[in-house]
């Protein structure tokens, strides 16, 4: 559970050889192990991605599902195209010039909806959670009961509705793990769900605040997270915490997440993002790491927190797992980890010719046919 993941962080497959390269050399050997072959002399890097039927693939003889059973290519060719811009792609999937559009705008859908010839829907069963991340070393989120206060000023419709907008592809979940999911759960969820300025407030003036300014990262080439972090700028400081947005691109900003160093050298104390549902489905995630040395930007250190995390790898029963699973997100908000803003969804467009598409948290290609 902790590799088998199908999106953020995959354990790719390849032959030794390959995954025997200097970590710090970029491979060029790109054989896989599925239905697809990668045209390597066909790539137009931030133009196009070819790939072709593999006719020595064997899959097995099982129903397709997801990144598992049998995976059948049913066309002979995959192409990828960029497009620049949203526009651009909606007007080549009309014009039949291509069959699929992965994510289509929230804002875009009306357009498409209305078009008798193209099907526009959600395909992730999961979504993505939206994700609020303090930096649990640096003042003022080094204190727990500050980052409480933060978490109970958060309104989860207040996000969703202002960065994700329609309400069709939104819903609150108060679960640190998705909900509708096995370990769904609502323990010690009342501090996301009430959303309560005057109590963060109240609460805030308990912790010890001294005023020190929350440097918040936004990166504006990304609408749903830039959106994020203009909220929490303003929640942050409607119960009095002094706040400094900084502007910058998602290349810079997850390259600054890793900095350890104080604010004054570089460092931050709150960015935001999303996980794909798949990815935070129980404790296993890194993103419920307690661990500051081996866990992710942020650096949450809780011992409880990582017992209940190395009970759950070895948990056999799915009533185990799920008693875990609420020990874990006790922990959680007790700690106020890191803030949870709403469970979204990214809508997939295409021509009604396309058949045999996969519901899952990520698109495939194979069992897909055009006809």
């Not at 999937?93 to 804002?107: I, K, R, S, Y």
């Not at 290349?251 to 996980?275: E, Q």
């Amino acid at each position: 559970e902790s590799i088998g993941k199908i999106s953020s962080n995959v354990p790719f497959m390849m032959p030794a050889r390959v995954a025997a390269t200097d970590p710090f050399e970029q491979i060029d050997d790109y054989t896989g192990s599925g239905p697809f072959v990668f045209q390597k002399d066909q790539w137009v890097p931030g133009s196009k991605v070819v790939y072709t039927k593999f006719e020595g693939y064997v899959p097995r003889s099982e129903p397709v599902s997801a990144a598992s059973g049998g995976k059948i290519a049913k066309v002979d060719q995959v192409e990828w195209t960029y497009f620049p811009d949203q526009t651009t792609a909606i007007n080549a999937l009309m014009a039949g010039e291509v069959d699929f559009f992965e994510a289509p705008a929230n804002d875009l859908m009306p357009i498409l909806e209305t078009n008798p010839d193209i099907t526009a829907e959600i395909n992730d069963p999961l979504g993505n959670v939206g994700f609020a991340r303090f930096n649990h070393l640096l003042a003022p989120f080094d204190n727990p009961k500050v980052r409480r206060a933060a978490l109970m000023a958060m309104k989860q419709e207040n996000y969703m509705a202002g960065a994700v907008g329609d309400q069709k592809f939104w819903k609150t979940c108060y679960s640190v793990f998705p909900c509708g999911t096995p370990l769904d759960n609502d323990v010690g969820s009342e501090i996301m769900s009430s959303g309560n300025i005057d109590d963060a407030k109240a609460a805030l003036a308990e912790s010890g605040y001294d005023g020190t300014p929350v440097v918040i990262m936004q990166p504006t080439d990304i609408p749903v997270l830039s959106a994020f972090s203009l909220i929490s700028a303003e929640t942050l400081r409607n119960i009095g915490m002094e706040v400094e947005v900084q502007a910058m691109d998602w290349s810079t900003l997850t390259s600054r997440r890793a900095k350890r160093d104080p604010v004054a050298d570089g460092g931050w104390n709150m960015f935001h993002t999303w996980w794909i549902g798949a990815d935070v489905i129980d404790p296993m995630s890194i993103a419920f790491s307690g661990n500051p040395d081996k866990g992710w930007f942020g650096w949450p250190s809780d011992a409880e927190l990582e017992e209940a995390r190395a009970a759950y790898a070895k948990a056999t029963t799915l009533e185990e797992k799920q008693a875990i699973g609420r020990k874990v997100q006790e922990r959680l908000w007790a700690i106020g980890s890191s803030g949870h803003l709403g469970q979204f969804f990214v809508p997939v467009a295409y021509r009604n010719n396309v058949k045999g598409l996969i519901k899952s948290p990520v698109q495939f290609f194979w069992n897909l046919s055009v006809g």
